[in-house]
């Protein structure tokens, strides 16, 4: 098991960025496959990105895709999700989770064992 801290969340104006950060302890980081999921409210949490162990397979969700980046140092035990040209159909909680039984991250809630408390990131227009 792992435990894991999110941090970075806020309040921006649309068009406006944030980088979130996630870090682990516990477990080997290195061992665990990462991903960024978010929820709003009233709806099912949604998958963001997720990176792979060694960061070689990176993948994100279509609302996403050429605006976040995610990241992740394995030295630092953390992973990063950089988000660019924020809307306010991004509002939501955003949770880091991570999985030691994968290679790399899936793309559903289910496919991850540990999940951190997560961050609020507001979108204002």
């Known amino acids: 098991q792992v435990q894991l801290v999110e941090s970075g969340g806020g309040l921006v104006q649309a068009g406006g960025s944030l980088r979130l950060s996630c870090v682990a302890s516990?477990?080997?980081?290195?061992?665990?496959?990462m991903g960024w999921f978010r929820q709003a409210p009233g709806k099912e949490r949604e998958f963001v990105a997720s990176?792979?162990?060694?960061?070689?397979?990176?993948d994100y969700g279509d609302l996403v895709k050429g605006r976040f980046t995610i990241s992740r140092d394995n030295v630092k035990n953390s992973v990063a999700l950089q988000m660019n040209n924020l809307k306010p159909g991004d509002t939501a909680v955003y949770y880091c989770?991570?999985?030691?039984?994968?290679?790399?991250?899936?793309?559903?809630?289910?496919?991850?064992?540990?999940w951190g408390q997560g961050t609020q990131v507001t979108v204002s227009s």
């Open positions: 990176i792979s162990r060694s960061g070689g397979r990176i």
């Open positions: 989770a991570a999985v030691a039984r994968r290679v790399w991250g899936g793309v559903t809630v289910g496919e991850y064992d540990d």
């Open positions: 516990g477990r080997t980081f290195s061992s665990y496959a």
